[in-house]
């Protein structure tokens, strides 16, 4: 096992790897920018070093500096948390030239996956159902008219290097779909640097639902069942909950067994996520996250098995401590993420919190970097915590989730949290009746969500 971790992520993330390795016996080192001197995950590390200003292309997604760091304190692996670096296939290699552990699977591995097109190839190849669409990229309007023709209107134009819902257009009937097909290809072009894009059918009703996996790096996989993440906001996910309303225990174990061999065969290391649309009963893969999700926690609730941990395990080579058998699922859980924005607008509310009341109690986790009197920087996103709530059932789960939310105060700045107060008390939610769209339509009719 390793003795000391360099954990090169900020914010609750780095707060959750943290406490992972203290739990192991392990030495943390926290890096930070100048904007985070006084965050709460350089407070609980062993040891601290500033890598840089305050914009993130600096501090946080500055790779010299991050070698630097390790080499300076002797860390001996590197945890990439989510975002930042933690997709970047290049920075794994980096660090492992410098022979210091990436947490995480192998670069080739990250490389497959971060090409969306690829990723498709390769999951088909392994077994894992796709969205109907064209063969791999698509290079001019012929070629588009052709396949869209074949798998039939709507469609939706992709780009292969995309990433937080950009460069994607939906291209309703024939008449749309030159203009679509030339925005995705100049949009792509701009934020990625990569005009490559693909074309799968437009799922109009669809849900959200992941499967979170563990692999070896040695043949074999386990699946730890499903998230439903289908509440989302410009293809943001707001709201996320295992197991998801709409799945039995029959169609887990198929897709969950289906997944876990795929990767088990592709030798894949660590956690990851493969997330599919499901619609009328089928499983569709869009993509492979190959890292930790945002959204862990509500797997972690209902199996009792901490992830961070296993990837910790796996990357020193120590194996998984648990098999597919060992594998329960508990109850219900919910996880809400609180963002220091406008709730009715989504625009972002950086400043400092005057009073920090987060809620407690059976089944209750909150994960957060946060505390009274901490001034939110405006350089990240805006995610300030995650609110997980855990019970026996989903209606158990409701309740304690509005209480929790009733409990819940930050004052001095604007968080998501009356949006929440606003879902646990909508039927919808309650019956569980909800797919990719229905948080945008819900709020075109603009509840009322105060000030935040
Ligand atoms: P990104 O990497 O940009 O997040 P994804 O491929 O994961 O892109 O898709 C993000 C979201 O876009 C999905 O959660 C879903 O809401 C929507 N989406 C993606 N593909 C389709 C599709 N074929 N039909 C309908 N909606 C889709």
Avoid at 318 to 339: M, P, T
């Amino acid at each position: 096992m390793f003795s000391k971790i360099l954990i090169a992520n900020r914010g609750e993330i780095a707060l959750r790897v943290l406490r992972a390795c203290k739990e192991l016996g392990i030495r943390t080192v926290a890096v930070h920018s100048t904007a985070d001197a006084n965050a709460m995950h350089v407070r609980l590390a062993d040891e601290s070093v500033c890598i840089g200003p305050p914009a993130a292309r600096d501090s946080y997604l500055n790779i010299p500096q991050l070698v630097a760091a390790c080499e300076i304190t002797g860390a001996e692996a590197v945890h990439p948390g989510y975002g930042f670096l933690s997709e970047n296939a290049r920075f794994a290699e980096i660090v492992e030239a410098h022979g210091v552990k990436f947490i995480g699977p192998s670069p080739e591995h990250i490389r497959i996956m971060g090409d969306k097109i690829e990723a498709k190839r390769t999951v088909k190849a392994l077994g894992i159902p796709v969205v109907p669409g064209s063969d791999g990229g698509v290079t001019n309007e012929a070629d588009a008219f052709r396949v869209a023709a074949e798998i039939g209107y709507p469609v939706l134009i992709k780009a292969s290097a995309g990433g937080g819902g950009r460069g994607m257009k939906v291209a309703q009937t024939a008449d749309d779909l030159a203009e679509a097909f030339a925005t995705a290809r100049s949009e792509s072009r701009a934020a990625f640097g990569d005009d490559s894009v693909y074309i799968e059918k437009y799922l109009q009703r669809p849900r959200h639902i992941e499967i979170q996996v563990l692999g070896d790096g040695m043949g074999s996989a386990i699946h730890l069942g499903e998230r439903d993440c289908s509440l989302q906001r410009r293809h943001q996910k707001v709201w996320e909950e295992a197991p998801s309303p709409a799945l039995n225990a029959e169609e887990r174990d198929r897709i969950g067994g289906v997944v876990a061999k795929a990767i088990g065969d592709l030798g894949y290391a660590g956690a990851g996520t493969i997330e599919f649309l499901y619609e009328n009963g089928e499983f569709y893969f869009i993509e492979m996250n190959t890292r930790l999700q945002v959204e862990h926690p509500v797997t972690e609730a209902i199996t009792g098995i901490d992830l961070v941990n296993e990837q910790i395990r796996v990357a020193s080579g120590a194996g998984l401590s648990v098999r597919q058998a060992d594998v329960k699922f508990n109850g219900h859980a919910i996880e809400c993420r609180i963002n220091a924005e406008n709730p009715a607008t989504f625009t972002p509310s950086p400043g400092r919190i005057s009073y920090y009341h987060p809620p407690g109690g059976l089944g209750v986790r909150v994960d957060s970097g946060v505390y009274q009197g901490y001034n939110i920087p405006s350089y990240y996103d805006s995610l300030i915590g995650k609110l997980i709530v855990h019970g026996r059932n989903r209606v158990e789960t409701l309740m304690r989730l509005r209480r929790c939310l009733d409990e819940f105060v930050v004052d001095g700045i604007s968080t998501t949290i009356p949006l929440f107060r606003n879902l646990v008390d909508n039927q919808d939610i309650a019956n569980g009746l909800y797919d990719i769209h229905w948080l945008e339509r819900y709020l075109a009719t603009k509840p009322d969500l105060g000030e935040g």
